[in-house]
């Protein structure tokens, strides 16, 4: 229990401190998992979008898909992606391995299918209430993907929320493609996971409160967000 | 014969016009209307069975008849939302097409306004009917729509906070500002108060002076009085009668148009 209270004295130290190499690693965790979102927004939106207003063959095996993919094994993935960037493999030769950039790759490819199965469902749902509207305008289905993803976009942030959480939560894949390498590709949960096998409370719990206040800071900011929005009938 | 649409592709913004109204791009009158043999069906159920019908003339044809008629997919068909088995509807000649949609409009019975302000909402039909930038004129131009629909003052306002009669006002506003030749409405007062159902009509005999073609829907048959120039009465999925507004409300031709007219029950 003391070995307890003295760990969260030293974390909170740490963190009112601003020790350097903690705020490397949370540096790099945000940066990394921004990005992965960056990239899995890109794809999945419009994805989502043309699931949910495009008829055409194999529609519902994608959807279907989507939603399988929203639990893929994030250690599966780091393999895969691992197999594809390591030196034997197809893009070997452009020496991604363990870098922030192979685990990016990583995350987005983990959180692609939750935006776009995420987005699938809220254009839906939005698509049904516009659909005459638009077509009476003779809307051309690109312009509808973007009103409907435009119209949608404070349900939407709650999407790129829940791909965020996920992306900044994962250790599996980021640890097989990025090798929790000091000062290169150590983020804040493959540094709790070696802190805590190191038996190093103070660093792994420092991180473990941020990573929490981060999680808790940026929902409480879209609930308010999303709240507000709600009463002004935008959402 | 049809002029021929041409759009001319902008390599410099200075060579593009600020504007081009409808009018410009297509002068020719849709009119005349012309159903032969639409039917409508669901899987095996007949919801429309057989139209054939006329429309020549201007003015506010109101299509009259009680629920479950099929008034509503009548006018569906008309505008081209839904698709009968086969080709039965022409305008001015043509079979119905998107150009010829384009140059109609379709206001709801329950409004559906965009997730943005009453002023974004006009924008969104000015800058893809009438404008190609959003420039002073194009400002102008909305605020002249909004001053019409006496919703000027609420133009930031998100436009699903209006009250249910500014909704429908702004949906018609919407419709009109899109500058069409025909405007389809299907009951767009069935839930409203006296004082909004005459501002919307209102509007309408304005929109009609302009020289713009009304299909009204309604069951309430005080409204198609004061609107109508010609009812079209449909009953159990049929058109039961076509016929000038006088001989409609003064003989009418059928046991079905009698008895709704008389408010009896009809199955």
């Known amino acids: 229990m003391q070995d307890f209270s003295s760990a969260f004295s030293l974390a909170f130290s740490l963190i009112f401190n601003a020790d350097a190499d903690l705020m490397e690693i949370i540096g790099l965790s945000l940066s990394v998992s921004f990005s992965a979102v960056f990239v899995a927004v890109i794809i999945g939106f419009p994805l989502g979008a043309v699931t949910a207003v495009v008829r055409f063959p194999g529609r519902q095996v994608l959807a279907v898909i989507l939603n399988a993919l929203m639990g893929l094994p994030p250690v599966v993935v780091g393999l895969l992606v691992y197999l594809v960037i390591s030196r034997a493999g197809p893009l070997g030769w452009m020496n991604l391995l363990y870098s922030p950039t192979a685990m990016i790759i990583a995350q987005s490819i983990l959180i692609t299918p939750i935006i776009a199965a995420l987005t699938r469902q809220v254009i839906e749902d939005l698509h049904k209430e516009y659909d005459e509207q638009l077509r009476s305008f003779c809307v051309p289905i690109s312009c509808v993907v973007v009103t409907l993803i435009w119209d949608a976009r404070y349900s939407l942030l709650t999407v790129v929320l829940a791909g965020f959480g996920r992306a900044i939560a994962e250790v599996g894949a980021v640890i097989v493609v990025g090798g929790n390498i000091d000062h290169l590709t150590r983020v804040m949960t493959t540094a709790i996971a070696l802190e805590t096998s190191k038996g190093d409370l103070a660093l792994a719990l420092a991180l473990g409160i941020i990573l929490l206040v981060l999680a808790l800071s940026i929902n409480a900011a879209a609930y308010i967000l999303r709240g507000s929005a709600q009463r002004s009938a935008y959402a | ?267």
């Not at chain 2, 002249?144 to 009250?163: K, T």
């Open chain 2, 1 to 267: 014969m049809r002029r021929p649409i041409f759009y001319v592709v902008a390599l410099n913004d200075q060579l593009m016009p600020e504007f081009m109204l409808k009018s410009e791009r297509q002068s020719s009158s849709l009119l005349p209307l012309v159903v032969q043999n639409l039917s409508f069906r669901v899987g095996e159920k007949l919801l429309l069975d057989n139209i054939n019908t006329t429309v020549s003339s201007t003015g506010v044809s109101v299509v009259l008849g009680a629920n479950g008629a099929g008034k509503s997919l009548f006018v569906r068909l008309l505008h081209g939302l839904l698709k009968s088995e086969q080709p039965a509807i022409q305008w001015n000649g043509q079979m119905l097409d998107l150009a010829i949609r384009k140059r109609q409009a379709l206001v709801f019975q329950k409004p559906v306004l965009l997730r943005r302000s009453v002023a974004a909402n006009i924008d969104f039909v000015l800058t893809r009917f009438i404008f190609r930038r959003k420039t002073a004129h194009f400002i102008q131009q909305r605020n002249a729509v909004l001053h019409e629909a006496g919703l000027f003052d609420q133009r930031n306002q998100p436009a699903r906070l209006l009250s249910g009669g500014e909704q429908q006002r702004l949906a018609l506003a919407r419709a009109l500002a899109t500058e069409p030749e025909v405007l389809i409405l299907d009951e767009p007062t069935a839930s409203l108060d006296a004082a909004t159902t005459f501002q919307i009509e209102t509007r309408l005999e304005q929109a009609r002076d302009k020289g713009i073609k009304i299909f009204l829907v309604t069951h309430d048959i005080a409204q198609a009085r004061r609107l109508a120039d010609d009812v079209m009465f449909m009953h159990g999925g049929r058109l039961i009668g076509h016929s000038t507004s006088n001989e409609f409300f003064n003989h009418p031709s059928s046991e079905q148009a009698k008895a709704y007219l008389e408010g009896r029950l009809l199955f």
